[in-house]
């Protein structure tokens, strides 16, 4: 839409939930599992934590003890969160190329070092905004938020800790100045909707005007055939375990049938596809059940039914065995023919020509199928504007759906060589968009079906 974009993965690198995992390596790790399994041993360790601390309270405090410590840079405790923090992003890094995620940058939250801790630390209190409160370091919001009992952002906890407030401070004053933004877009869980709105809150104390620039793009949570997600309690899936189901279960689909010429590729871009629009098909603030019985359909709302239609019609085309170049040739000389009847784009030459000439039974999917066409560059408008790729999804679904309709009423490959490149054309000019909509969503289309 002609802005720069900069993308930023902003992960949750640091907290006490990293002096639980390094307290728990130190207590039960095991270097040779650690190698062999690298995240998913880092995550049992996690979990094992939370199940000890049930019968050891003074786990939490070990803890908070060992993350002061980390911030203060111990060589031990620095040196396995480093190991840690590397394994963890090799292994997003496979995912994020398999799904096509690129980031301009890949920034933590241990970026914000103690130095810039203390510089936004001083100017809270330069300002005269931050108080004390029960022992701990907070900024009132009353003023900012008079009607909605928004309770004070907690800037250091009792116990000396700071919070992932100041460091979202901090990090946003980095990214004023390094990119003067006009939006920034903080795409993270509808849960954080209060830290968020305290986050802004103290911006617009320190009169910082672009405060409201920074715009919260929330997203639902996400269930698997009904069953809840709970990091602490180890009922975490992980993308790696999805995608491999999905894939397998996708894999077995091609051989079977064997509706592919290249079945794992076939196979990867269904998985791929399958699990993105389970996503992006929905309202992003709604909450979300994967269904895995469901996703790898050809029917209904899911991306296989998109993918085959596109494959359905490259597959109309080339059974047609007149080339894209020839069937344009055509068009416009058909085109050309009727500009003095002010005819002047191929959808009136084809309403005019065929739904008058063989099929008035179909005009109504036609005036459909036109209305759509027409309205690609306002739906992908709308999707930047409401920042909600569902708008997208839905609509390459109904084009989808008008095209089978479509095919089921006019006979596209009878007639003369005229009459079948117009049909062709139109077609294309189908299949291309949903194609293109389909990219943007971040699917690719298998070449065979």
């Excluded at 936004?120 to 931050?130: F, G, H």
């Excluded at 390094?178 to 849960?191: C, W």
């Excluded at 009847?341 to 036609?366: R, W």
Aim: aromatic content about 14%; proline content about 2%.
């Amino acid at each position: 839409m002609g802005a720069n974009v900069y993308g930023i993965n902003y992960i949750g690198d640091w907290g006490t939930q990293f002096g639980k995992v390094l307290l728990a390596y130190q207590m039960w790790g095991d270097e040779k599992k650690l190698e062999e399994d690298g995240v998913y041993y880092l995550y049992d360790l996690y979990v094992k934590f939370h199940s000890e601390e049930e019968n050891d309270p003074n786990l939490l405090e070990k803890a908070k003890n060992v993350f002061q410590k980390l911030e203060d840079k111990d060589p031990y405790y620095y040196g396995l969160w480093e190991k840690f923090r590397k394994i963890s992003l090799e292994n997003f890094d496979k995912y994020y190329k398999l799904f096509g995620n690129t980031f301009t940058f890949i920034e933590g939250e241990s970026k914000y070092s103690k130095k810039n801790i203390e510089e936004i630390l001083r100017i809270l209190e330069l300002n005269q905004i931050l108080k004390d409160s029960e022992g701990a370091k907070v900024v009132f919001l009353d003023d900012i938020y008079p009607k909605e009992n928004i309770p004070p952002c907690i800037i250091k906890k009792s116990d000396g800790t700071t919070t992932y407030a100041i460091r979202d401070i901090a990090a946003v004053l980095d990214r004023w100045q390094r990119f003067h933004f006009n939006e920034a877009l903080y795409v993270i869980n509808i849960g954080q909707q209060l830290h968020l709105k305290q986050f802004k809150g103290v911006l617009k104390k320190l009169n910082f005007t672009f405060a409201d620039s920074i715009i919260h793009v929330a997203f639902g949570t996400m269930t698997f055939s009904g069953q809840k997600m709970q990091t602490r309690k180890g009922t975490i899936l992980f993308l790696q375990d999805i995608y491999n189901e999905v894939y397998n279960e996708a894999l077995s689909l091609t051989k079977e049938k064997n509706i592919s010429k290249d079945a794992e590729d076939t196979a990867k871009k269904l998985a791929v596809a399958a699990i993105l629009f389970s996503i992006l098909k929905n309202q992003r603030i709604k909450d979300i059940d994967f269904d895995f019985s469901k996703v790898l359909s050809f029917e209904g709302d899911t991306a296989a039914y998109l993918q085959y239609t596109c494959v359905r019609i490259k597959s109309i085309l080339n059974k047609s065995q007149i080339n894209l170049k020839e069937i344009k040739k055509i068009s416009n000389i058909y085109k050309e023919k009727n500009i003095e009847s002010s005819i002047s784009n191929l959808g009136e030459i084809f309403y005019n020509k065929f739904l008058i000439d063989e099929n008035n039974s179909a005009k109504e999917i036609v005036d459909q199928i036109l209305f759509e066409i027409f309205k690609f560059d306002e739906v992908i408008t709308n999707v930047v504007k409401e920042k909600e790729p569902y708008l997208l999804s839905r609509y390459l679904l109904k084009l989808a759906m008008f095209f089978n309709q479509f095919y089921s009423k006019i006979k596209v490959l009878e007639g003369d060589k005229e009459d079948i490149a117009l049909k062709l054309s139109f077609i294309n000019e189908i299949e291309r968009i949903i194609e293109k909509g389909l990219f943007l969503l971040g699917i690719l289309v298998p070449s065979s079906l």
